[in-house]
């Protein structure tokens, strides 16, 4: 089991930043991908962003391309998402997850766990 401890959230106007934050712990060898998925009121949970565990191949929703940037420090079993020149639409709660496949094209898949999430508002 892996545990998962998100931080960073907040509230920003339209074209600021945020970088989050998702310490995870445990048996994170056990895990292939780590990931951000976001769900706003009243919507599905959809993936954001995604990253493989000790590699480099990144996925992104086309909503975020060229704006949002996962990375990973793998010493510190921390993954971080950079948000640039937000949008009210990417308002919602942030949650950080650890799944068993990755591709470069559909993310990380196959979820095992999941943070507790944190808030994001983005104000037009």
């Known amino acids: 089991q892996v545990q998962l401890v998100e931080s960073g959230g907040g509230s920003v106007q339209a074209g600021g930043s945020l970088k989050l934050s998702c310490a995870a712990s445990?048996?994170?060898?056990?895990?292939?991908?780590l990931a951000w998925f976001r769900q706003a009121p009243g919507k599905e949970r959809e993936g954001v962003a995604a990253i493989r565990i000790g590699g480099s191949s990144t996925y992104y929703a086309d909503s975020v391309k060229g704006r949002f940037t996962i990375s990973q420090d793998n010493a510190k079993n921390t993954q971080f998402l950079q948000m640039n020149s937000l949008k009210p639409e990417d308002t919602g709660v942030y949650y950080c997850?650890?799944?068993?496949?990755?591709?470069?094209?559909?993310?990380?898949?196959?979820?095992?766990?999941w943070g507790q999430g944190t808030q994001v508002t983005v104000s037009s």
């Open positions: 997850a650890a799944g068993v496949a990755y591709g470069d094209r559909i993310g990380c898949r196959a979820i095992k766990d």
């Open positions: 445990g048996d994170t060898y056990t895990r292939a991908c």
